[in-house]
């Protein structure tokens, strides 16, 4: 018993100072923290389903009072928005593929995969040209002959430079066929998943599936196989030009929101200087 | 002859905005019924259904018979003008800023004579006039000696122009252009002659068809507007609110729901969002702009247009749900134009049968064309009106609802329509 | 079957009371009650607590009526009338009280009708002066009887061949008249010329066609010729009274007025005819209303008012007079007391106390009420004949 106590300790010891070097280098700026989320604004596009569905509530803020005569010392808003409002989280639960998976809602993930490595596969001239594009399987084998395997349990970030596309209209990029946003071919999504055991897939566009998703095979195979396999998506990123390739970690804890297959959520990245 | 109303030149910016005052518009309840009539577009008087005399002014009892039994019944204001004179002194503030004023004395060949407001185009006594009944500023009835044969330019009459809301020369905002009924309301308010269309749209990045078309037309500014997003509104407001002379809000969602047919409230929600919530929204942020400039100049703010929806009398049940907003809405709306009357802006209410859209695909016809309720939408400006029911559904409605509102309720419980 | 109504015998009336009029005051209307009735003890030498009726007429006394002014003014009669009914209502007390001393109800009847003028007093009046006024004719904008008594006088005009100088020339012989009384207003004279070059108020009426509203009051006491005698009071005897409300309502614009219907009773009662008649106090808030008065009381027939005006002088020496005081158009309406002027001003000529405006040898005199306009025409008209006593 006294043993396992002092290896305890002396791991508790060997963590305790890890984070604590953790603390010194954030304070001197060693490690850096990145924000890779989108402001929540009412104007910040929202994903648009067929008017016949149901529909998820854009961002909408509304204020209570603003040091005036409905509050007069004080100013606070109520807000409103769906699970899936700007920069956020997908849980499994969201997709039928994952629906009885355990632990696939946001309130009941481990907590211990919200803090995790992330590999950013930069595709962003790929786009600049054709806003359809899907990132394949041979992309990912040129990432890991510059950059090395992506291990598992980590984060794939599909870099496009599309958050930089600060006109709504051309974030949504619809026409009469539909929306033209980038994303993961279906192969490559099943390699990730059955070849590289990765935690979840985050983008920069509205969806992690491409905006002419519905029409690959499966209809957008992200959700169907990252869910289908109690894995995780992220979508609105910003910033993913300022992650190296490799080593940054993402902080990405969703709202606990019982039964939830989402939220909103800060996400932010903690990177070497 | 009546002048073509020109143009008026650019207001000068450092000149303060005359404010409105309002024609007496103190009324006893019987004679309210004569404004119950003209707001829609009707001129009637009480008729004794017991020795058929006609009553005016307005009263309780039979000037002839006694009897109580007064029904108020549809003119057609023919008779003769017996006299006529100028005002070119007035005591009271509204009429003394708008002297020189014409006044007739007209005895209805069914027997009443009548003070009335007289058209410039009506001569000197002895002459034929045909009297009609308009909405004056306070939005109370008053009469009006029109001549017996249309003229040129009639509308652009001083007197008949303070009675009504002519979208000539005026400068409108129709929240709404993406949907085929405001686009259509796009093209015949340009018809009209208004001189600036600001058209809203929500979800720029949603292409819908007719909306390049109409972004084209010279007078047209397509502006982004989301009555879901009290920010959007406020914005606008800020940035064209004080040059808007009429709000026309044909912003809706509309589906076809009752309460069993769908879980959840979430499509409720969004009906509710645009057809309540986002009028009232659209009113607090527009309204105060717009009171403020109601005697501003000969094209100044005038009016208020709702299109709600016959629906709102009466729940359709297959679509009832986008009813129960539509009648949040209407209730709504009477508040407004109560808040409205003091400034003199015109609100006017439009409750449309089913529209020849998308939305009322599976609704039997007859069904209202877009471009026939947009040119109802412009007549009842040009009149005056202030409640409107256009197309045959929507008139059919109003008659079986006045006739006996809980019979129409059990008719379209039964499955009617 | 007519019955023949009872006379005004052994009905006298005195102590014409004025209380000058002023264009404006900050007064109340009880003000200007109070003061008359303070001059009608002074000048009859009664006590106040003698007076025990009480007619009151007035516009600005809301929301007192006559019972308000017993307490407001310390009275206790047995005998009160409130008479709403302006330019009428100096006909309509006298034929009320007079009935009341015939009965013995009362023993003296003090009749006073008066009027405030705050600055914006006349607008604030015609906002609430009748239903039909509210429902059909404020609306319109004349905020007054102006557009209604230029349809009036247009179409009188185009009927009749009446032109503006015919009406002119009441308005400016009522201006002589009122040269010669202290308490007008008008303190001018006024030229023909000037009447029809003044500027259009609701044409055909122009300025000078218009009464000016201002602050007063006029009174008189009612009772027994007896008792006159007995106070030693100068008075006139009533030889006859009518009154009719809501004549002639089919005639789609006013051309006659209720006198025409019962003036042969009137003359009758009277025992006189027109022609007997030595001056008359017409109710002129218009001068086309004064004109219908001398056709309808029977001095020339209907339409040929325009030729009889053309034909007469009437200044108070005149072969016609009328309005000897100047009438409302130049002495002012002080808003009731408009229906009170004629008579206080017939008692006057008739008691001797008419001054330099006594009309020669006034043996009989008949005084006019017209008022309460409505939407489209007055109302209320009556009519007196006061004599000399025997």
């Not at chain 2, 100044?300 to 929806?309: E, F, I, K, R």
């Not at chain 2, 508040?335 to 998308?358: Q, T, Y």
């Not at chain 2, 209202?368 to 256009?390: Q, R």
């Amino acid at each position: 018993m006294t043993s396992t106590n002092s290896n305890a300790t002396a791991n508790t010891a060997a963590n305790t100072t890890l984070l604590g070097d953790l603390a010194l280098a954030l304070i001197s700026g060693r490690i850096r923290v990145v924000d890779l989320t989108q402001t929540l604004t009412p104007d910040f596009p929202q994903i648009a389903l067929p008017p016949e569905m149901g529909q998820c509530w854009p961002f909408r803020i509304e204020e209570v009072s603003h040091y005036d005569e409905r509050g007069p010392g004080w100013y606070w808003n109520n807000f409103s928005c769906g699970e899936h409002t700007g920069t956020h989280f997908d849980a499994p639960i969201h997709w039928i593929s994952g629906k009885d998976l355990p632990n696939n809602s946001v309130d009941t993930i481990p907590v211990q995969h919200f803090v995790a490595a992330a590999c950013v596969i930069d595709c962003s001239e790929q786009v600049k040209s054709d806003p359809d594009y899907l990132l394949s399987v041979e992309d990912i084998e040129r990432f890991e002959s510059q950059h090395g395997r992506i291990p598992a349990g980590a984060w794939v970030l599909m870099r496009t430079d599309w958050s930089k596309r600060a006109d709504p209209q051309a974030y949504q990029n619809f026409d009469e066929t539909g929306q033209h946003t980038p994303g993961p071919s279906s192969e490559a999504v099943q390699f990730l998943v059955t070849q590289r055991d990765v935690l979840g897939f985050g983008s920069e566009a509205i969806g992690t599936d491409a905006g002419q998703g519905y029409h690959l095979r499966p209809p957008y195979p992200c959700h169907y196989f990252m869910h289908g396999a109690g894995r995780y998506g992220l979508q609105c990123l910003a910033n993913l030009d300022l992650l190296p390739p490799t080593g940054a970690l993402l902080i990405c804890p969703p709202l606990k929101i019982q039964k939830g297959s989402g939220s909103p959520l800060r996400v932010l990245a903690l990177v070497g200087s | 002859m009546t002048m073509p109303l020109m143009r008026p030149p650019r207001k000068n910016p450092v000149l303060r905005t005359r404010q409105m005052s309002l024609p007496p518009g103190a009324r006893g309840r019987v004679a309210l019924g004569m404004t119950a009539a003209a707001a829609e577009g009707r001129f009637e008087l009480q008729v004794c259904q017991a020795c058929q005399a006609t009553q005016y002014p307005p009263r309780e009892a039979c000037h002839r018979c006694l009897s109580p039994r007064l029904k108020w019944t549809a003119q057609t204001g023919e008779g003769r003008l017996l006299s006529s004179t100028t005002l070119h002194h007035s005591n009271d503030p509204f009429f003394r800023e708008r002297l020189p004023w014409r006044l007739g004395l007209v005895q209805l060949d069914c027997g009443p004579s009548l003070m009335v407001h007289l058209h410039g185009d009506v001569g000197n006594a002895p002459e034929r006039v045909r009297v009609g009944a308009r909405l004056d500023r306070a939005g109370q009835a008053v009469l009006i000696g029109f001549p017996n044969e249309e003229s040129v330019n009639m509308a652009d009459d001083k007197m008949l122009r303070e009675m009504t809301s002519d979208p000539k020369f005026r400068k409108v905002l129709v929240t709404d252009g993406k949907t085929a009924v405001g686009q259509a309301l796009v093209q015949a308010l340009v018809k009209a002659g208004a001189d600036i269309v600001w058209v809203g749209h929500a979800e720029p990045w949603k292409k819908l068809p007719g909306w390049d078309e109409i972004s084209k037309l010279p007078q047209v500014t397509p502006v982004p507007l989301d009555l879901t997003n009290g920010k959007s509104v406020d914005e606008l407001a800020g940035e064209i609110g004080g040059k808007v002379d009429i709000v026309l809000n044909n912003a809706e969602v509309h589906r076809s729901y009752g309460i069993g047919a769908r879980r959840g409230t979430d499509v409720a929600k969004a009906e509710m969002d645009i057809n309540y919530f986002g009028a009232l929204r659209l009113a607090q942020a527009f309204g105060g702009a717009l009171k403020s400039r109601a005697a501003d100049g000969e094209t100044g703010a005038t009016a208020w247009v709702n299109v709600l929806s016959i629906y709102a009398l009466s729940n359709f049940p297959p679509h009832g749900t986008y009813s129960a907003s539509k009648a949040a809405a209407y209730s709504l709306a009477q508040c407004l134009r109560a808040e409205m009357r003091p400034s003199g802006i015109r609100v006017v209410n439009v409750f449309p049968g089913p529209i020849d859209d998308e939305w009322n695909q599976s609704m039997p016809p007859p069904k209202l064309a877009p471009a026939a309720l947009a040119s109802a939408i412009v007549k009842a400006l040009k009149d005056g009106v202030e409640d409107v029911y256009p197309g045959d559904v929507a008139q059919e409605w109003l008659e079986r609802w006045k006739d006996n509102p809980k019979v129409l309720e059990r008719e379209l419980a039964a499955g009617g329509s | 079957m007519t019955n023949r109504r009872r006379g005004y015998e052994g009905v006298a009336v005195a102590v014409p009371v004025t209380v000058p009029y002023v264009r404006h005051s900050t007064h109340s209307a009880h003000w200007f009650i109070g003061h008359a009735i303070e001059a009608l003890v002074k000048a009859s030498g009664l006590a106040k607590e003698q007076i025990d009726g009480l007619t009151v007429s007035s516009f600005s006394l809301a929301p007192d009526t006559a019972v308000g002014v017993t307490q407001h003014l310390g009275m206790s009669p047995r005998w009160l009338d409130h008479i709403p009914t302006g330019g009428a209502s100096g006909v309509m007390a006298l034929r009320r009280a007079a009935r009341a001393v015939q009965a013995g109800d009362a023993e003296v009847v003090a009749c006073v009708a008066a009027d405030t003028n705050h600055v914006d007093s006349f607008r604030q009046t015609l906002g609430s002066f009748s239903n039909f006024a509210r429902d059909a004719s404020y609306p319109y904008g004349a905020g007054g009887p102006n557009s209604i008594f230029a349809f009036i006088t247009a179409n009188y005009m185009r009927e009749y061949g009446a032109t503006r100088e015919d009406f002119g020339r009441i308005a400016v012989d009522q201006r002589t008249n009122a040269l010669k009384n202290p308490n007008a207003m008008f303190k001018k004279p006024l030229s023909l010329d000037e009447y029809i070059a003044a500027r259009p108020i609701a044409d055909p009426i122009h300025l000078f066609d218009c009464v000016m509203p201002c602050a007063g009051a006029d009174a008189f006491l009612v009772m027994s010729e007896a008792r006159a005698r007995d106070l030693g009071l100068p008075h006139a005897v009533v030889r006859g009274a009518i009154e009719r409300h809501n004549a002639f309502s089919d005639d789609p614009v006013m051309v006659r007025g209720g006198w025409l219907v019962d003036r042969d009773e009137l003359y009758a009662q009277a025992a006189a005819r027109a022609d007997d008649i030595d001056f008359v106090q017409t109710y002129d808030d218009y001068p086309v209303i004064v004109m219908m008065q001398f056709e309808d009381l029977g001095f020339c027939a209907k339409g040929e008012g325009p030729a009889f005006v053309r034909a007469h002088q009437m200044t108070y020496d005149g072969s016609f007079p009328n309005n000897t005081s100047g009438g409302q158009l130049s002495a002012g309406q002080a808003g009731a007391a408009g229906g009170f002027l004629g008579m206080t001003e017939a008692i006057r000529q008739l008691t001797g106390a008419a001054g330099d405006r006594a009309v020669p040898d006034a043996k009989l005199g008949l005084v006019a009420g017209f008022g309460m306009v409505t939407y489209d025409r007055c109302l209320c008209t009556g009519a007196v004949i006061l004599g000399r006593p025997a």
